[in-house]
Structures are given as C-alpha cells and as structure tokens.
C-alpha cells in the first residue's frame, strides 16, 4: 500500500516505520525534504521509506496519515493538496496545551454538575463504562474487567475502590473529578458498541500494563 | 458498609444484590416503598436488602449509588435529602434518548471538522487511543491491544483496519465518524493516565468480549 504519514513526531515516526518494515511504501510530508535531519531519522527507517513535500506526499499516498498537532491541521488540509478519493488516517487528540483538557469537545460533565448540587458531598464518578451484565460478572473472556473512577476525594475514592473490588473488578484511578469529561464519552462508547455494532453486552474495557510500567 | 442505592434498573438492582451478597447493607431508595413489585424484587436480594422512601436512603447510606437517569438527578439532589459528608456514587451517562449523544458534551469532534475540511476524502479516525509506545509493540501485558476506529467509509475502514492489524492490534469498528466525539476523549483519558497518573507509557485499553456475545 502507498501511504503517505504527514509528522515525524512520535506517532508519526513509528507508524511509517512498523508500516514500511511490513512492506508498505511510505512517503513521509514534510516541509522540507531536504533537511538533513529528516534524511537521517528516514533512511533509517530502510528503503521502503522516503522523504517528499507535504503536497507530493498527498498526491502519493492512497492513504494519508494525519499525525500532526490540532492546530496544524486546518492549514494544511486549505493549502491546496490533493484529497479526492484519498483515505485520511486521522491520529489527532485535540488536546489543549497543558492537558487542560480538549479544543474540541466538553466543558464539563454530568458528575462536576452533581458536584455542585450536592457541595456536601464526596462525588465519585464510577461504574459508568460498564454494562449491567459485566458488573453481575466483571470476569469477561477470563479476565478481571477494569473500573475506571475518579473523583477529588482521596479517602471516597479509596472506598468506592473497595466497592468495585468486592465486584471482582480491577480499579483504575483516573484523577480528579474532571476526568469525568473522559469517562462519560467512554460509557458512551461501549453503550454503543453494544447497542449499536451488536458486540452484545458482555464486553468490557480492560487496562493493559505492561510491568516496566511500574 | 451502609449503601444507598438510588435507581432499581438493570444498574441499581445488579449493584445492590452483588453488594449484599458480600455482606453489606444495603437500602433501595423508592418513591413508594410499599409498592408490591419493588418488595418482590428485593426480597429475592436477601436479608440485607430492604426498601426505604429517598429521603430515609440518602439519611441510611454512607454511599449513596446513584442509578438513575440523568434527567432525574436535580430533582433528587435538590429535594432536600441528607448530602452532608456522604460519598455519592455518579454512575450516570448523560446520554440522549435514543442514544443521539451525550446531553452535557461534544457536539462535535476534530474527526468530523476535518472531513468537512477535506470532503473528497474518506476521513477515519485511528490510532488516537493509542500511545506511540504502543504502536511500536501493540502487545502489552502480553496480549494484544485493541485499536479503535471509526467512519462512514466502509471500504477505507477495512483499509484502516488492515494497517492496524499488521501492527499487531485488534481491531474494533465502532461505527460512524459520529463516534469520534467518544473515541478522542478516550485518546484524552489514556494520555492523563499517563501523563497526570504516572501509570508509564506502556498502557493500553483491549475490548474484552465474552464468546457468547458473538
């Protein structure tokens, strides 16, 4: 397959690699082809990748790769490229600088509203990204479902924690009360991955950690 | 552990029982606790089970499980029931009748404001919840890690698809480009467990999904 991956940071640079090692041919869009940095990190990558302006790289590219930051992307997709027909791969997280949360998307959630109804109380977002039938038996496909929380109470978090123990769930803490602006779209997610793509209701998100990890 | 449970659907009635099982106490808060389905239902959860009008829950439970529609939660919360020092538990996807979207959130994503910047492409949204360590070994934990997509191209997602699995993920179609608005803050999520949590960069999400769900 042609592919053309547009960045060369992170996700950019191991794309086109894995993708080339596989036999792809890659044309990676930059602003210069020249540079001799790009010529190293590239030829690095064996010959089945190469360097090409970001337009040549559309008009090679049966798919295009979008692994640029947000606010890079508007300007290059209005500079005149070629897109008709063209599969773009879109990579991007528009997320804020500082992880102050996304450009595009949610100002707030249901569970920082009940917050501020309930100011007394300790809210913990929880229990939201997993079905009715997977907490009856958080074993799915022999493996301990995880339960995402997070709230801004440590010692309500510890005990909402213990709660979905006794489920047979593994917890992950996930921050603050904010991050519920992640967990609901996540419950929204796996709501329609049953409802809607028929994956039926046992299925369930796990964390997968690898051990250096830690 | 005294625990309240607000909401006896498919959410609150699995929490509640399972609770109880493990030994805890457990109060069901109703609108009228006489009424003769609520009392079958919840004499089949055991001794530790009983019914109780909202008001006496929330006074009887150090957790209060919140299982109820979204719609119905000011209304509770702004009843006059006891908050004071309780840990409330916020299980609740603020989502739209007829799974339209989340009714506190995106109204959009960057997956669908780029395809109406680039309209004579297919736009697909991919490796966005994915960290670029995991791109270069999508095994984890030593399994494979699943990679989420999304769009309104069958055929460019199948294209998409096959760049995935050649990278070694699993692959999970989650529908239209709609869906993007669930799957960049799941890209958020990730990067804030990361980032903000400490949980190292070799994390990854898998779909876990029960044979019988197929």
Known sequence: MKIAVIGTGN???????????????VAYGVPNPNDESISILLKSMGPNVRAASVKDAFQFGDVIVLAI??????????????????????CINPIKEGLKGLDVGLETSAAEKLAAWAKEASVVKAFNSVGSE???????????ATLFICGDDLR??????????????????CGPLTTA???EPL????????????????????????????
């Open 11 to 25: 996700v950019g640079s191991v794309l086109g690699r894995r993708w080339a090692q596989n036999g792809h041919e």
């Open 69 to 90: 930051p947000w606010k890079a992307a508007e300007n290059i997709l209005s500079s005149g490229v070629e897109l008709k027909g063209k599969i773009l791969v879109d």
């Open 134 to 144: 997977v907490m009856a038996n958080a074993v799915v496909a022999s493996q301990a």
């Open 156 to 173: 309500a978090k510890k005990t909402v924690s213990k709660l979905g123990l006794d489920l047979g769930f593994e917890v992950c803490d």
């Open 181 to 183: 602006r992640y967990l």
């Open 187 to 214: 419950g929204m997610l796996l709501t329609l991955l049953v409802v809607k793509e028929g994956l039926g209701s046992r299925i369930a998100i796990k964390l997968l950690k690898d051990k250096q990890g830690f």
